[in-house]
């Protein structure tokens, strides 16, 4: 196998991460923007634990017989990174949930609407 | 108290007040182990302060487990220089939020912030305190993740929107650093900063490397707001409560500033970064757009609030121009400039605190005639818009006086012009100011309540104090930073 397709998992890392950065910038939606801040992130997870994984290794619990052991420390760093990821996601979907209330609508053009008309008539949104 | 355990002392001590605020449920008690817990921090900082400057920097195994393998941290000049900062700006802040946040925000909701706040320098503190490099993302995040929230409580609807962006563009230049990090493993095998520096000194033109610097110079940058990618900030520091403003601005990209300055020159050395890339152009060219630009754009903002948040970016461009000369002087002024630049711009957004506790919001038509109203809070934000300027007594002039300094040892007459040259657009947003609390007549809008309480108006003017002690007596700022210069260059 070439090392372009031995290494495929680097393929989807990539697309995974280009594909939620572009939905972060070419989106709208509040919500969407999220989606793809959380696809952006998951490549991470991928890119981490790919690698630590050794063709034909078992997991690191010394025994007879077994002489290659996958690496464990990618699997620690990523569960903390993942909750992490949670937490932002929660925050960020809590957000949205108040500028809905605020706004009454989860379109950032018809938010940044909103706040120009506001400028305009700047007594009472103050 | 141990003294070799003062490193993680400084950190835990915020990050256990945070649950003890949120378990008060109340806002006094909640207040109080906010204030204690960041008093403390700022004892533990001077201590260790103290001790790395005779003997060296303290190695803390976090759990005993010895670095590499385990968690270490390390507290050297630079590291203690900073942690000064942050937890003395925290404990200054912590007694005007008390007033501040209390109008500004729900009383049942006020222990929440509380518990926020401190999440926030515990976060700070430890990116600062670690020598692992995830654990420095996992501290970035609970800076970050408080800071949103705590930008969101702000009155204004606009706030909400300003912590959303903040969050995606917080996100993406955290995900971006761990990225990098995430690579770095890759090809050494460890996260012991200073481990991973020993072992990349032999792959250090590899492609991943080269890569991994640029995914955590673009993350670092976009923490703190490095022209172009400064969007989040104007309107964050605008919307977001006073005291969140004051305490963001004097510190949360000034620990940016250290992680860059930590990886530039303790992880991947000087050789890679500044010889083999051309970092230290694009730092420049970068730098340079963002002082013109941003001090330019500062000239035209209608609110006082957001002039300086413009001036802020427009500051941060000063530090890393003092990066990008990459010389003793230049890192010197860098480090000096992050320093007076916390103090002075906390000072200013503490005093504009008070005028929108009085006014609503800072709006210039708010401050026609101000002076006559609130003359000790007009004189306070002279004074410091003085230090921002670079005046001559004041603490900005000392980190102008270096970067000058640098400019003309590397023999670049053209830049040491600029900086004085850029000064200039500093003194015409200072005199919008000016013109319009001093010489303009008293506005219908202006408030008449009179000065804030004193709650507020004392550690605005300890800092003011301080802007203003620091361009008398350097002995602290500069020697620390010349010394935190050295160890960088090692």
Same mark, same amino acid.
């Given at each position: 196998?070439?090392?372009?397709? &031995?290494? *495929?998992?680097?393929? %989807?890392?990539?697309?995974?991460?280009?594909? =939620?950065?572009?939905?972060?910038? $070419?989106? #709208?939606?509040?919500?969407?923007?999220?989606?793809?801040?959380?696809?952006?992130?998951? &490549?991470? *997870?991928?890119?981490? %634990?790919?690698?630590?994984?050794?063709?034909? =290794?078992?997991?690191?619990?010394? $025994?007879? #017989?077994?002489?290659?052991?996958?690496?464990?420390?990618?699997?620690?760093?990523?569960?903390?990174?993942?909750?992490?990821?949670?937490?932002?996601?929660?925050?960020?979907?809590?957000?949205?949930?108040?500028?809905?209330?605020?706004?009454?609508?989860?379109?950032?053009?018809?938010?940044?609407?909103?706040?120009?008309?506001?400028?305009?008539?700047?007594?009472?949104?103050? | 108290?141990?003294?070799?355990?003062?490193?993680?002392?400084?950190?835990?001590?915020?990050?256990?007040?945070?649950?003890?605020?949120?378990?008060?449920?109340?806002?006094?008690?909640?207040?109080?182990?906010?204030?204690?817990?960041?008093?403390?921090?700022?004892?533990?900082?001077?201590?260790?302060?103290?001790?790395?400057?005779?003997?060296?920097?303290?190695?803390?195994?976090?759990?005993?487990?010895?670095?590499?393998?385990?968690?270490?941290?390390?507290?050297?000049?630079?590291?203690?220089?900073?942690?000064?900062?942050?937890?003395?700006?925290?404990?200054?802040?912590?007694?005007?939020?008390?007033?501040?946040?209390?109008?500004?925000?729900?009383?049942?909701?006020?222990?929440?912030?509380?518990?926020?706040?401190?999440?926030?320098?515990?976060?700070?503190?430890?990116?600062?305190?670690?020598?692992?490099?995830?654990?420095?993302?996992?501290?970035?995040?609970?800076?970050?993740?408080?800071?949103?929230?705590?930008?969101?409580?702000?009155?204004?609807?606009?706030?909400?929107?300003?912590?959303?962006?903040?969050?995606?563009?917080?996100?993406?230049?955290?995900?971006?650093?761990?990225?990098?990090?995430?690579?770095?493993?890759?090809?050494?095998?460890?996260?012991?900063?200073?481990?991973?520096?020993?072992?990349?000194?032999?792959?250090?033109?590899?492609?991943?490397?080269?890569?991994?610097?640029?995914?955590?110079?673009?993350?670092?940058?976009?923490?703190?707001?490095?022209?172009?990618?400064?969007?989040?900030?104007?309107?964050?520091?605008?919307?977001?409560?006073?005291?969140?403003?004051?305490?963001?601005?004097?510190?949360?990209?000034?620990?940016?500033?250290?992680?860059?300055?930590?990886?530039?020159?303790?992880?991947?050395?000087?050789?890679?970064?500044?010889?083999?890339?051309?970092?230290?152009?694009?730092?420049?060219?970068?730098?340079?757009?963002?002082?013109?630009?941003?001090?330019?754009?500062?000239?035209?903002?209608?609110?006082?609030?957001?002039?300086?948040?413009?001036?802020?970016?427009?500051?941060?461009?000063?530090?890393?121009?003092?990066?990008?000369?990459?010389?003793?002087?230049?890192?010197?002024?860098?480090?000096?400039?992050?320093?007076?630049?916390?103090?002075?711009?906390?000072?200013?957004?503490?005093?504009?605190?008070?005028?929108?506790?009085?006014?609503?919001?800072?709006?210039?038509?708010?401050?026609?005639?101000?002076?006559?109203?609130?003359?000790?809070?007009?004189?306070?934000?002279?004074?410091?818009?003085?230090?921002?300027?670079?005046?001559?007594?004041?603490?900005?002039?000392?980190?102008?006086?270096?970067?000058?300094?640098?400019?003309?040892?590397?023999?670049?007459?053209?830049?040491?012009?600029?900086?004085?040259?850029?000064?200039?657009?500093?003194?015409?947003?200072?005199?919008?100011?000016?013109?319009?609390?001093?010489?303009?007549?008293?506005?219908?809008?202006?408030?008449?309540?009179?000065?804030?309480?004193?709650?507020?108006?004392?550690?605005?003017?300890?800092?003011?104090?301080?802007?203003?002690?620091?361009?008398?007596?350097?002995?602290?700022?500069?020697?620390?930073?010349?010394?935190?210069?050295?160890?960088?260059?090692?």
């Amino acid at each position: 196998m070439t090392a372009a397709a &031995s290494h *495929y998992s680097y393929w %989807i890392t990539v697309l995974l991460m280009v594909a =939620g950065l572009y939905i972060v910038i $070419a989106r #709208g939606n509040l919500v969407k923007k999220l989606i793809g801040l959380s696809i952006f992130q998951t &490549s991470v *997870y991928l890119l981490y %634990i790919a690698p630590g994984k050794l063709i034909g =290794g078992t997991p690191p619990i010394l $025994a007879e #017989g077994f002489r290659l052991y996958s690496n464990p420390l990618p699997h620690v760093l990523i569960l903390t990174a993942i909750v992490v990821g949670v937490a932002t996601l929660a925050l960020g979907l809590a957000i949205v949930v108040r500028i809905r209330e605020a706004y009454g609508s989860i379109e950032e053009d018809e938010i940044l609407a909103a706040d120009r008309a506001a400028e305009r008539r700047p007594a009472e949104s103050r | 108290m141990s003294a070799e355990q003062l490193p993680a002392l400084v950190v835990v001590a915020p990050l256990v007040a945070a649950p003890v605020a949120l378990l008060a449920r109340r806002a006094l008690p909640a207040w109080m182990v906010a204030t204690a817990a960041c008093g403390f921090s700022f004892v533990a900082a001077l201590a260790l302060a103290v001790q790395v400057t005779s003997g060296g920097a303290v190695s803390y195994a976090l759990g005993s487990w010895p670095p590499p393998w385990g968690i270490e941290y390390r507290v050297d000049v630079l590291s203690a220089f900073v942690l000064v900062l942050v937890s003395g700006v925290a404990t200054v802040v912590a007694p005007f939020a008390w007033a501040s946040a209390s109008a500004e925000l729900e009383r049942e909701r006020l222990y929440l912030f509380y518990a926020l706040y401190c999440l926030c320098v515990a976060g700070l503190l430890g990116m600062t305190a670690t020598g692992d490099a995830f654990n420095l993302f996992v501290f970035m995040e609970i800076a970050s993740l408080s800071s949103y929230v705590l930008i969101a409580l702000g009155r204004d609807r606009r706030a909400l929107l300003s912590a959303y962006q903040y969050l995606v563009l917080g996100t993406i230049g955290a995900t971006f650093y761990v990225i990098g990090i995430g690579l770095l493993y890759l090809m050494t095998g460890t996260l012991n900063m200073a481990d991973m520096a020993a072992r990349l000194s032999d792959i250090s033109s590899t492609r991943p490397v080269l890569a991994a610097l640029a995914f955590i110079t673009v993350g670092v940058s976009l923490k703190l707001a490095l022209f172009p990618l400064h969007l989040w900030l104007p309107n964050a520091y605008t919307y977001a409560p006073s005291a969140v403003t004051a305490f963001l601005a004097a510190t949360g990209t000034k620990v940016s500033v250290y992680v860059l300055l930590r990886f530039y020159f303790g992880v991947f050395g000087t050789r890679i970064v500044l010889e083999e890339l051309p970092m230290s152009q694009i730092l420049l060219a970068l730098s340079v757009v963002a002082i013109v630009t941003a001090s330019l754009v500062a000239l035209w903002q209608a609110d006082l609030k957001r002039l300086l948040a413009y001036s802020s970016i427009a500051q941060i461009g000063y530090i890393t121009l003092g990066i990008s000369m990459a010389s003793r002087e230049g890192l010197t002024a860098a480090v000096v400039h992050l320093f007076n630049h916390g103090i002075t711009k906390g000072a200013l957004f503490l005093l504009v605190g008070g005028v929108a506790l009085r006014a609503g919001h800072a709006g210039f038509d708010r401050l026609q005639g101000l002076a006559r109203t609130m003359p000790l809070t007009s004189l306070g934000i002279v004074i410091a818009g003085l230090s921002l300027i670079g005046t001559p007594g004041t603490a900005g002039f000392v980190s102008k006086w270096y970067l000058v300094l640098g400019a003309i040892e590397a023999g670049r007459w053209w830049l040491a012009a600029f900086i004085v040259a850029t000064s200039l657009i500093a003194v015409a947003y200072i005199w919008r100011f000016v013109e319009a609390a001093y010489l303009a007549p008293l506005g219908g809008a202006t408030p008449r309540a009179g000065e804030a309480p004193a709650a507020m108006l004392v550690p605005a003017w300890i800092l003011v104090a301080a802007s203003v002690w620091f361009g008398f007596d350097t002995s602290y700022s500069v020697q620390g930073a010349a010394r935190a210069a050295a160890l960088l260059l090692q």
